[in-house]
C-alpha cells in the first residue's frame, strides 16, 4: 500500500461514521480510530517487512473530514444534478471488460443505468430518475463516493 492509498482510505473513514477499522493484509496492518464529529483521532500504520525490524508510522491527530463537493456552478441553471443514493466505490462500467454505461453527450430515459456503486461487496445499479441528455459526469471511475454527492449533470431538454 502506498502512502496516496493509505490518505484516500483515512479521509473516507473519517466521512463514513464508523469509530474504528483495522485492516490487516500480509505484510500490512492499519488501524484507523475516529471521534464522534468524524475527525481521524489516531491512526497507526505498521508494515513488517521480511528480516527487518516493524516500521509504525503515526499519522497527525487531527483531520478535517472532506466537506461535500458543491456541485459546480454551471452556466445553465435548468441542468438537473444526479447525486449518490449510497456511499460507496462509483463505477462507470458493469465489469472491466464491457463498455461505460454512459458517456458526456449521451441521451439517457428514465430509468436507464448510469453507473454502478459497491458497497459492502454489493455491486448497486444507479438508474436515471430523469430523461434528457449527460452534460457532465463528476465523478472519476474507481473513486468513493459519499451519500449524496452529485455524480451526473443532466440536461432534461
Not at 483495522?22 to 497507526?44: F, H, P, Q, W, Y
Amino acid at each position: 500500500m502506498d502512502l496516496k492509498e493509505i490518505q484516500n482510505l483515512i479521509k473516507f473513514v473519517a466521512n463514513s461514521g464508523v469509530a474504528e477499522v483495522k485492516l490487516e493484509m500480509d505484510d500490512v496492518k492499519i488501524t484507523i480510530r475516529t471521534t464522534l464529529e468524524g475527525n481521524v483521532s489516531e491512526t497507526t500504520y505498521v508494515q513488517q517487512m521480511p528480516a527487518q525490524p516493524v516500521q509504525q508510522v503515526v499519522v497527525p491527530q487531527q483531520i478535517a473530514p472532506a466537506a461535500s463537493t458543491p456541485a459546480p456552478a454551471v452556466e445553465n441553471s435548468n441542468y438537473i444534478t444526479i447525486k449518490s443514493p449510497i456511499i460507496g466505490t462509483f463505477y462507470r462500467k458493469p465489469s472491466p471488460d464491457k463498455p461505460m454505461f454512459v458517456e458526456v453527450g449521451s441521451t439517457i430515459a428514465k430509468g436507464d443505468v448510469l453507473c454502478v456503486i459497491e458497497a459492502m461487496k454489493l455491486f448497486n445499479e444507479i438508474e436515471s430518475e430523469v430523461s434528457g441528455k449527460i452534460v457532465k459526469i463528476l465523478v472519476d471511475d474507481m473513486s468513493p463516493v459519499e451519500y449524496d454527492q452529485p455524480l451526473f449533470l443532466v440536461d432534461p431538454s
